[in-house]
């Protein structure tokens, strides 16, 4: 079976600085995809950036980015230029089309904090 | 596009009663997932319909849970005779599948949710 796990509960970081979350995952499916999502207060989960597993290059949003290790089963966020608007639960997913559903699995998140 | 919706927002019940939740997907998204959210925790998978097929459900929808999507549109997520365990959010998300074109990495448009509290 496929897991995530995030092992910081909770990360801080001064505001403009940069922070870095990690997340491991397992599976032995070849296709699958890894996700970020980010949960404020309100609840409302949205998607922060993406990554397909068969491409090499880490992606990028603006000033969110991964470091992408399939060898190592190994995905993090790294969070630059930090504002207090990005204060909230980070949660790493997984899916994979071998599931038919595409069901996420999700870890069981960070807690980021920005200190202004 | 309003994106996904749920009612109510928070619900309140008492042991033993039935409690009902309401799911509208965004409007041309024809998978929809119901996934339940315990203080600490990540979401974790219920319930996923296609259209108005229920395709799969996790083991942790007890016979206690029903879900339906009538028509393929919005879904309903019922708990009968609530436990004190059942306490939790109840998120629900949509996403559309692609028959053809680029492979689909499936993105799912999550709804604020409902939270739960059984006394």
């Known amino acids: 079976a496929q897991t995530v796990t995030q092992s910081q509960p909770e990360m801080s970081v001064q505001e403009a600085e940069t922070v870095t979350l990690s997340c491991t995952y397992d599976?032995?499916?070849?296709?699958?995809?890894l996700f970020w999502y980010k949960q404020p207060p309100s609840r409302q989960m949205i998607l922060v950036i993406r990554?397909?597993?068969?491409?090499?290059q880490n992606a990028t949003e603006n000033r969110f980015s991964v470091n992408f290790q399939k060898a190592a089963k190994s995905f993090s966020l790294k969070i630059s230029d930090s504002q207090l608007g990005d204060a909230a639960m980070y949660f790493c997913a997984y899916n994979s089309p071998t599931s038919g559903t595409y069901k996420y699995i999700f870890g069981t998140g960070t807690r980021l904090k920005v200190l202004a | 596009d309003t994106g996904v919706s749920q009612n109510p927002r928070h619900k309140i019940t008492k042991r033993g009663q039935n409690v009902t939740f309401r799911c509208d997907p965004i409007?041309?998204?024809?998978?929809l997932y119901w996934y339940r959210q315990t203080l600490g925790q990540g979401p974790e998978f219920l319930t996923y319909f296609q259209n108005e097929a229920q395709l799969e459900k996790s083991r942790l929808l007890s016979d206690r849970f029903s879900a339906e999507r009538p028509k393929g549109s919005f879904s309903t997520l019922e708990i009968q005779r609530t436990e004190q365990g059942d306490s939790a959010m109840y998120l629900c998300a949509s996403s559309l599948r692609r028959t053809s074109g680029s492979p689909s990495y499936n993105e799912q448009f999550f709804g604020p949710g409902t939270r739960l509290t059984v006394l």
């Open positions: 990554q397909e597993a068969y491409k090499q």
């Open positions: 409007s041309e998204h024809n998978r």
């Open positions: 599976t032995s499916e070849s296709d699958y995809y």
